[in-house]
C-alpha cells in the first residue's frame, strides 16, 4: 500500500512563493497523481492532476503554480507561485493507479495533508 507525505508547507506573505513535494513510499510509476486543497468549512477541491502525458490545473491556479513529477524519486511537486490569502489551505497529495479524474472520491491513497498559509 503506498503511502504518501507530504512536505513544504508554510506561511508567507501574499505574492510570495512554495514548493511542496509529495515522496511515495513506493514507486507511482504510470500512476495519477493529484494535489487537492481543503480550506476551513470548504470542500475538498482539486489543484493539479498530472499523469503519463496531461497535467492539468485548476482554473484558480492556471499559469500561477506548477505540478511536476519525478518518477526516479516517487515524488510529485507542486510549485507555487503569486500566491493569495485565497490560497491558504490544507494541501493533499493524493494517488491512484487508474483514475485521474478532479473528484477526490476516485483517488485511493492521500497524504496527511501540509498547511499553506498566505497573509496579505
Known amino acids: 500500500q503506498v503511502q504518501l507525505v507530504e512536505s513544504g508547507g508554510g506561511s508567507v506573505q501574499a505574492g510570495g512563493s512554495l514548493r511542496l513535494s509529495c515522496a511515495g513510499s513506493?514507486?507511482?510509476?504510470?500512476?495519477?497523481m493529484g494535489w487537492f486543497r481543503q480550506a476551513p468549512g470548504k470542500e475538498r477541491e482539486v489543484v493539479a492532476t498530472?499523469?503519463?502525458?496531461?497535467?492539468r490545473y485548476a482554473g484558480t491556479v492556471k499559469d500561477l503554480f506548477a505540478a511536476s513529477k519525478d518518477d526516479s524519486k516517487s515524488t510529485v511537486y507542486l510549485q507555487m507561485n503569486s500566491l493569495k490569502p485565497e490560497d491558504t489551505a490544507t494541501y493533499y497529495c493524493?494517488?491512484?493507479?487508474?483514475?485521474?479524474?478532479?473528484?477526490?472520491?476516485?483517488?485511493?491513497?492521500w497524504g496527511q495533508g501540509t498547511q499553506v498559509t498566505v497573509s496579505s
Open positions: 493524493a494517488a491512484d493507479s487508474a483514475f485521474c479524474g478532479l473528484s477526490p472520491a476516485g483517488f485511493d491513497y
Open positions: 513506493e514507486s507511482t510509476y504510470g500512476w495519477c
Open positions: 498530472i499523469d503519463w502525458t496531461n497535467t
